[in-house]
């Protein structure tokens, strides 16, 4: 049986139109929603997010200079008196020591301990998530306490009972969302979902004022409604 050559051409041009629609429309965005629990053994604990902040404050501490390099590094004095002039520096040198030592006391508890600081944002509240997620909003509710509230076109609102300013953003790959705190204390979140949609890792970039660099933890979720 053979058709005109007029409808073939027809359908060609059908095929091929909608071969090009289908590439427009691209990948197919990813759903979060679904009743998602903390995984303790595959996420940063508390304790691990603490260590890495006071390594990152140790690691960004000046370098101080012993009391008697700035002895050893000065070469003596021929001129007259210039013993005594040495004698001098090295008693600047162990004055200037001593300030040292009393800032470092300062930056210390009693027992000796980095002082504490406060942990990151959410970190208290997210050990159950719930996730409702349509077309242009996402809604996450942290443990029944806190609900932060987001559009998908990356769009700035106040959420988290008014405490930030959320940005959220769906991609092919994954979800992304970044919280704006008072004090400039900044978290951003990097949701990816496992293939098969029931495991899902949340990567955490934490910016404190307390250090320059970011601390960057993980967060594993494992979900319960399927």
Known sequence: MTFPKSRCLSLALLLAMSSLAVRAAGPSMPDFSGTW???EQQSDSSSDIAARLRAEKKREQPVQQPAGAAVAST??????????GGR?????????AGGGRSHDKAAT????????DDPPPLLAHDSLMNVQQDARDIRVAFDDKDQLDGRLDGSTRQSLSGNALVQARLTAEGLQISMQFEGGVRLRQDWIQSPDGHHLTVTETWTTPAVQQPIVFKRSYDRLDI
């Open 75 to 84: 070469p003596a004095s021929h001129t007259p008196g210039g013993h005594g």
């Open 109 to 116: 508890t009693d027992n000796g301990t980095a002082a504490p």
């Open 37 to 39: 629990r903390l995984n």
């Open 88 to 96: 001098g520096m090295g008693g600047g040198g162990h004055g200037h």
